[in-house]
């Protein structure tokens, strides 16, 4: 159940009940996509660092370790020993990120293993099938993502041949859900919508997907090419036409400027690998802009990461304690990084809900953006 608490303008602040718990929204999901948080960052690590959902990727998990081997040992949420929400990308994207690796059909996408290089066939069935063998909370459509580049012809077709998937998706979800022995029977399912930067086919999609009343609906195929004007132009013009009493998730988006934005233009719902592969490379997100460690000036900086933080790499060591681990290329390094971007993502959005709560989300908008653009380190 999606129940809408407050509205700022077209910002929504909701809740979302699932059988794995309620998500408070506006939320960031935290990228798993392996069911693992790149950075030696563990189960514990999330909870403590305010993570309300973990997300998985169908693709990955399918070619290893298998999500027969995942369904014996009871399902996602058991083998990575979480007790929230999990939500699984379909796959789909991944027919946009191995472009040459795959041959699309009618009946679904042929794909060639990225490690092993073993034949893979994946379909709107297939892929609801995998999702139901990892009983993640809520699954995601199957659909092909389209690059910002496309020409309208091609986008055309491909939109059209997504919204034929879901019809499969809803039908396959429906009778998987209906088995006695899946794990998850009250599994969601969040549709998908397509049309790269056309604006009248996304409002097009948007509407005829809107009519098969899925659990959620998601905005995909956007920061994958196009500017950030564009994005926000989409959002703008696409999301009034998808059901304002479901949740609206924007895929693989983004810095925290890009969140903030779609959040005014409301989408709730968000996940990408910033944080974490910023993390990775010495890139931290602070409330006075983003610091890159590697920089010489922080050789001898006793400061923590940010002041006042109270994650765990603030808590006990410094900038240049840290500087020093990534220099040497130790994984605790990395560690902390990943550990204090997540956090910062994970406050922010709950930043976001209380000044929803209160009414004062377009002040919050603008101090916060002040500070990350005007900011000192």
């Not at 990225?114 to 379909?123: L, N, S, V």
């Not at 808590?315 to 997540?342: D, F, P, T, W």
């Amino acid at each position: 159940m999606y129940q809408v608490l407050k509205m700022e303008g077209r910002a929504k602040r909701a809740a979302l009940t699932t059988v794995h718990g309620t998500v408070q929204t506006p939320v960031f999901m935290n990228v798993g996509t392996v069911a693992a948080i790149k950075g030696a960052v563990s189960t514990e690590d999330l909870e403590k660092i305010g993570t309300q959902v973990e997300l998985s990727n169908t693709y990955h998990l399918h070619v290893r370790p298998g999500d027969q081997v995942i369904r014996q040992l009871g399902g996602l949420h058991k083998f990575m020993s979480w007790n929230k929400p999990i939500l699984t990308d379909s796959g789909g994207f991944q027919v946009f990120s191995l472009a040459g690796l795959r041959r699309i059909k009618e009946e679904g996408v042929y794909f060639h293993s990225h490690i092993d290089g073993r034949k893979i066939f994946m379909g709107p069935e297939e892929s609801m099938q995998i999702q139901s063998n990892l009983a993640s909370t809520i699954a995601m459509a199957f659909d092909e993502c389209p690059p910002s580049t496309a020409l309208r012809d091609y986008v055309e077709d491909s939109v059209a041949r997504t919204s034929r998937w879901l019809v499969r998706c809803k039908q396959e979800m429906a009778r998987l859900n209906g088995l006695e022995d899946t794990i998850n029977k009250k599994q969601l399912l969040f549709g998908i919508n397509q049309g790269a930067v056309f604006d009248d086919i996304r409002i097009d999609h948007a509407r005829r997907i809107a009519e098969l009343d899925c659990d959620g609906y998601a905005l995909g195929g956007l920061a994958v090419g196009e500017s950030h004007e564009q994005m926000y132009h989409v959002i703008e013009e696409t999301v009034p036409w998808l059901p304002v009493d479901k949740p609206t998730y924007l895929m693989g988006v983004g810095t925290p400027a890009n969140i903030l934005e779609a959040v005014e233009r409301g989408v709730d719902f968000f996940d990408c690998v910033y944080p974490t592969r910023n993390g990775r490379h010495g890139h931290l997100y602070t409330n006075g802009g983003k610091i890159n460690l590697f920089n010489a000036k922080y050789e001898l900086d006793e400061r923590p990461i940010e002041e006042g933080c109270p994650c765990p790499a603030c808590q006990r060591y410094s900038r240049a304690y840290i500087r020093h681990l990534l220099k040497a290329k130790e994984m605790l390094g990395m560690r902390l990084c990943v550990l204090h971007n997540l956090y910062f993502y994970n406050k922010m959005m709950e930043e976001i809900r209380e000044a929803l709560d209160e009414g004062r989300f377009a002040s919050y908008k603008k101090q916060k953006l002040d500070g990350m653009q005007n900011g000192k380190d």
